[in-house]
């Protein structure tokens, strides 16, 4: 993700899809794919969309005519799905805490979204 992170600054908003108050995280990912600035981004990967960036108006598209976007998701044994499952005091990844994301700023992973204290 820090490669991406120049991307970000074209984001105007984040659109949740879902109400994620009580998600302790969501998974963070970028796509480069996207043919569109503000349209749902679409989402063919495993386990659901819950989330998306939206990029201003005068966003720039890279070689290939596309965009560069984040998406928020979420996969079946995900603790906001399956609180006692795999990780249950751990996450994956690519997990950040969705109070910790906002339009140009990664999310982070917090104590909340590993399910405790962070390992060193």
Do not use: C
Not at 17 to 35: A, K, M, N, P, W
Not at 42 to 48: D, E, I, K, L, V
């Amino acid at each position: 993700m820090l490669e991406d992170r120049a991307a970000l600054e074209h984001e105007e908003r984040i659109v949740w899809t879902e109400d994620v108050g009580d998600f302790d995280y969501v998974r963070q990912t970028v796509v480069r794919l996207s043919t569109t600035r503000q349209k749902p981004v679409g989402w063919n990967g495993t386990g659901r969309r819950v989330g998306y960036s939206v990029l201003k108006s005068d966003a720039p598209s890279g070689d290939t005519g596309r965009f560069v976007r984040r998406v928020f998701w979420v996969k079946d044994y995900d603790r906001s799905e399956q609180p006692d499952g795999t990780y249950k005091t751990s996450a994956p990844s690519e997990a950040v805490d969705p109070r910790t994301v906002a339009p140009g700023v990664l999310g982070e992973l917090t104590e909340r979204a590993w399910g405790g204290p962070l390992p060193d």
